[in-house]
Every structure is written in C-alpha cells, then in structure tokens.
C-alpha cells in the first residue's frame, strides 16, 4: 500500500523557517518527481516547489528564494522535504507532498497520483 506521510508543520512567526518532510513507501518512486503543494483555506490547491530524480528543481514564484525542496534517496530512502525559511502569513496552509509517476516536473495537481494527508503550516504573530 502506497503511504506519503508528511511531518514537520506548525506554528511559526513571520520571518521564521519550518522544514517539512515526506516520507514515501509502498512503492519505488526514485525515478519520479516529487513535489508540495498547498491549500489555503478557501482556496485552490497550488503548486510550491517539484524535484525529479536527477535533481532538476522548480519553484513557484511566491516561494522561490525563501523556500528549497530537495529529497533523499540513498539506502531504500525516499523522502522529500521542503525547507521553508522568510516565512510570511501568506505561507499559511496545509502543505502536501506528491508523487508523480511518469517522468518530467508538472505544476498541476492532475499529473500527480499519490498524495499525503497534508501537514498544517500557520504562520502568525
């Protein structure tokens, strides 16, 4: 059974930093992207940051400089996490790690297959 538990979520002040992890079993995903989104509350899901296998990473503009996914693969591993520093109220949401099991990054929720339950991240003074 494919499982992506996402941990790392809270409550953080403006200008504070999270890290996020993903961890993904059930199947082999080493040759896949792997990505967060977020969901605000009464808003769509959007796309955060993707990493292919080979390390080629893509951002969404809102968090790019301030946030770094990367993923660890060695010795059976395969987790992805999402370093989330500079953080602003804007950042708040549930944050969700997927898995997208064809080759390429996509900014679209529709190409990813497995999700996670979502971590909660507020950020608030």
């Known amino acids: 059974q494919v499982q992506l538990v996402e941990s790392g979520g809270g409550l953080v002040q403006p200008g504070g930093s999270l890290r996020l992890s993903c961890a993904a079993s059930?199947?082999?995903?080493?040759?896949?992207?792997m990505a967060w989104f977020r969901q605000a509350p009464g808003k769509e899901r959007e796309f955060v940051a993707a990493?292919?296998?080979?390390?080629?990473?893509?951002?969404s503009d809102p968090v790019k400089g301030r946030f770094t996914i990367s993923r660890d693969n060695a010795n059976n591993k395969q987790t992805v996490y999402l370093q989330m520093n500079s953080l602003r109220p804007g950042d708040t949401a549930v944050y969700y790690c997927?898995?997208?099991?064809?080759?390429?990054?996509?900014?679209?929720?529709?190409?990813?297959?497995?999700w996670g339950q979502g971590t909660q991240v507020s950020v608030s003074s």
């Open positions: 997927a898995v997208k099991t064809t080759v390429g990054i996509s900014t679209s929720t529709y190409s990813y297959n497995y």
């Open positions: 990493i292919t296998w080979s390390g080629t990473i893509t951002y």
């Open positions: 059930g199947r082999t995903f080493s040759s896949y992207p």
